[in-house]
């Protein structure tokens, strides 16, 4: 599974924007279709798709989706990595 | 208020308020366990120097530590002042701006939050100034022996702030007395008893959620069923499983959460739900659209909902909530406008198929302790029905000031009417929502005034805008208005520019669109880009709303971001 790739997937599908249009700089709120339905929607799918659970601490404090990408690489190492 | 909690603890039927997360039980509290919690928490408050009558912010989300921080607060003799959330994926500088101003103008001196929001507050207002806050967990609050304070009927018990402008919040003042009125009002209206079951996904820090859901069933002892507003964002369908699985009687929605529901529940999901224990499917907070409830009672018909249980209702925090409300048990009755004349500020009545007909849902008739009047421009009540005029509001319900308000008993005038905003009409003698004086902007039950929005987007003074990459430079006007789609009214903004580099107006819609959305938490269905001179103005120069709906139908297409408005459009100026 390649985290870039399905994570801009997930938001361009959901907010009805081109992948191309999309950088690690934009923010979310700066995209059409971003209201709070459209964005519990992006991490549902995000969640559903890599089998990891999203604080809502967390999305209370990113604002691009370059920081989005790395909280998911982050949650994802955790889900893998050993527990002590 | 805590008096009738306790009233309604000693009953001993065992009824309380269920939490759900996703379509499970988390946590269920009883209506006995919650009067000895609020004791509790009440005790840990005073302890920790919390006075009569001191504003107390409450920082949670749906929860049950809300009810208890709620009702803790109370039993202190202090007042709860309900802090909304920040948003997702937005600037929490920008929110904390914003929360700082509200616990400022109640002079707030503690929070309670849980976790997530508390640090939040912690760190977005670290550096807001000089005065101390004290963020709390309800948990740690709790002493061993629960403590009521004695309060008077006229004594403030909430600090609501749905009104004002962003730089201006106008926190709704409501005694004691107030409260209770209206809870009194609603119950009458509904029939209430014991045996109902209230199944709600309304946020709590918004009055019809908190007064009209949350403290309507508690102090009637009917047993809650509460789901977090962002699990039913996240599945609509959630909120008619609920009501299903435990029986719900009373429910409620703005007209778009109905509109969400139907179109996330299939017809093999409605099979499987059984609706017909729902007996009043109140329906309030943005204009209600008849063809909607007509769709919903349709879909969901095989489940057992009747459409009779749909109650088009008409309320705002400056009377608690509830105004008017039409009888239970029978059909929305509706009647048709022509649609020009009323925003003309006048009534025709018409048939069902005329051209430009609008279909306007009744309201009814003003719950018990409360009258309603409307009032035409220069202050002549209006006796006849049929003419359009400001709604105005008087009784025991009715706010007498708001917070920080020098002059009290001002802002409800001397002989007690308090002016809505609203505009209605009246026929046989019921009450008719025809629009609004106040420029404010209704998307998805939450308001928003036109000219916060306006100075957000145009990058000028306001407590919003967000440090870097604002938009501004290039901006020669600004107007928001609330247009009507089939989601129902969506905000869409023009933008007068004289920018027509294409990558630098791509810049400044994404701008335009971070500012207003990272500000208030509504995302501009559409940012049109028009040459300056393009929108319309007053004689005077004043931009003016009228008129923008005609613009927008000639500049809009389904990607306007990039566009300009064809050439030759010319604004309606007078």
Known sequence: ?84 | MTNALEAVANRGTGHGIRLLRGDRTRERLSFDQLYQEAGRLACGLLERGVLPGERVGIALPSSLDFARAFFGVLAAGAVPVPIPPPFRFASLQIHMRRIELVLRRSQVRTVLANSTWGGALGSGLGDAGSRQLTVLGVGELLASMPVYTDVAPADTALVQYTSGTVSDPKGVVLSHANLLANVDSISQALDCSDADVCCTWLPLFHDMGLIGAFLCAVLNDIEICMLPPEDFLRDPGRWVRMISRFGGSISTAPNSGYLQTMRKVSNEMVCQLDLSTWRLALTGAETVEAEVLREFSAHFAPAGFRATAFLPVYGLAEGSLAVTFPPTRRPVKSTWVRRDLLSEGSVAFTQENAESAREVVSVGTPVANTRVRLVAEGGTVLLDEGQVGEIEIRGASVMRTYEGDQHADASAGEDGWVPTGDLGFQQDGELYIAGRKKEMIVVFGQNYYASDIEAIAGGGPSVGSPGGGRPGAGIHGVLAAGLPFTDGEELVLFVETRETEPEAREELVAQIRFAVSASLGVTPRDVVLVPRGRLPRTSSGKLQRRGVDALYRQCATANSRAQACPVGVEGSSE
Do not use: W
């Open chain 1, 1 to 84: 599974m390649d985290t870039h790739e399905d994570v801009y997937r997930i938001v361009s599908r959901v907010l009805k924007v081109a992948e191309a249009e999309l950088l690690p700089t934009t923010r979310f709120r700066s995209l059409p279709n971003a209201d709070s339905m459209h964005m519990l929607q992006v991490i549902l799918e995000t969640e559903n798709a890599f089998e990891i659970e999203i604080d809502a601490d967390a999305t209370f404090r990113i604002e691009t989706i370059g920081d989005y990408e790395l909280l998911v690489r982050e949650l994802c190492n955790e889900a893998v990595a050993p527990s002590a």
